[in-house]
């Protein structure tokens, strides 16, 4: 069995889920996807468990409801941890997270890292088909979350990751409070606040090609104040 599994939340991916597992499995041998489904009414779960009953290495979790990404994710890293992966890869399903990372992702974590991120944020990342405005907010709240939380963690806010096992045995995570984007920010802070080594990796971030963005005014704010929160009780 492949050591490392790769998560990919899905909520109205029908678009994307079959592209997206095919070109995961593709580009890295050593890896598992667990596709986790929150009840998409396009029908993504149906199509998730149709490329399962046809290839092995992918797994679908089905989940009641939409709860916000940080609550797919520790859904799936409770149950990667349970099924024992040495590795677990959180990735976006729209194709932001280019599959051809994945390597370097996993050749850092065996190399010594706990928590490899990919970041737009370092020498050799960046961004592609993003407009102005969303370039500053991006740059500027990793660089709020930075400064509030004092780490010099580059990149705070992406989801490209990748962690050993004893990081999320380490995390309480039922302690984690937060379940949008803000949930990427925590996690990282846990994992730097309880002594791992956490090492960036240069990546391009790419705008999804199908479908719409699951940002929204809500998931924002509550990354702006979930970093007090952090600051204050962490």
């Known amino acids: 069995m492949p050591k490392a599994l790769v998560i990919i939340p899905t909520y109205n991916e029908a678009d994307n889920?079959?592209?997206?597992?095919?070109?995961?499995?593709?580009?890295?041998?050593?890896?598992?996807v667990l596709v986790v489904d929150d009840n998409s009414p396009d029908g993504t779960g149906r199509l998730a468990d149709a490329l399962a009953a046809k290839e092995p290495r992918i797994q679908v979790l089905h989940r009641?409801?939409?709860?916000?990404?940080?609550?797919?994710?520790?859904?799936?890293?409770?149950?990667?941890?349970?099924?024992?992966?040495?590795?677990?890869?959180?990735?976006?399903?729209?194709?932001?997270?280019?599959?051809?990372?994945?390597?370097?992702?996993?050749?850092?974590?065996?190399?010594?890292?706990?928590?490899?991120?990919?970041?737009?944020?370092?020498?050799?990342?960046?961004?592609?088909?993003?407009?102005?405005?969303?370039?500053?907010?991006?740059?500027?709240?990793?660089?709020?979350?930075?400064?509030?939380?004092?780490?010099?963690?580059?990149?705070?806010?992406?989801?490209?990751?990748?962690?050993?096992?004893?990081?999320?045995?380490?995390?309480?995570?039922?302690?984690?409070?937060?379940?949008?984007?803000?949930?990427q920010i925590e996690l990282t802070y846990r994992a730097l606040k309880a002594g791992f080594q956490v090492r960036e990796i240069p990546i391009v971030f790419e705008d999804r090609r199908v479908g719409q963005s699951k940002m929204s005014r809500k998931i924002f704010l509550e990354a702006l104040t979930m970093v007090w929160k952090l600051k204050l009780t962490v």
């Open 17 to 32: 889920v079959g592209p997206i597992t095919s070109a995961v499995l593709a580009a890295e041998p050593r890896v598992d």
């Open 64 to 183: 009641a409801k939409k709860e916000g990404l940080g609550r797919a994710y520790l859904h799936a890293f409770r149950w990667g941890l349970e099924r024992g992966y040495d590795y677990l890869i959180e990735m976006d399903a729209d194709f932001s997270h280019d599959p051809r990372y994945l390597r370097g992702l996993l050749d850092a974590a065996e190399g010594g890292a706990d928590l490899v991120l990919g970041s737009r944020y370092v020498d050799g990342g960046g961004t592609v088909n993003w407009g102005p405005g969303r370039k500053v907010i991006s740059r500027g709240g990793s660089l709020y979350a930075r400064s509030i939380l004092g780490v010099s963690v580059r990149d705070l806010t992406g989801g490209f990751k990748c962690f050993r096992r004893r990081v999320l045995e380490a995390i309480d995570l039922g302690a984690i409070q937060s379940s949008g984007y803000a949930f």
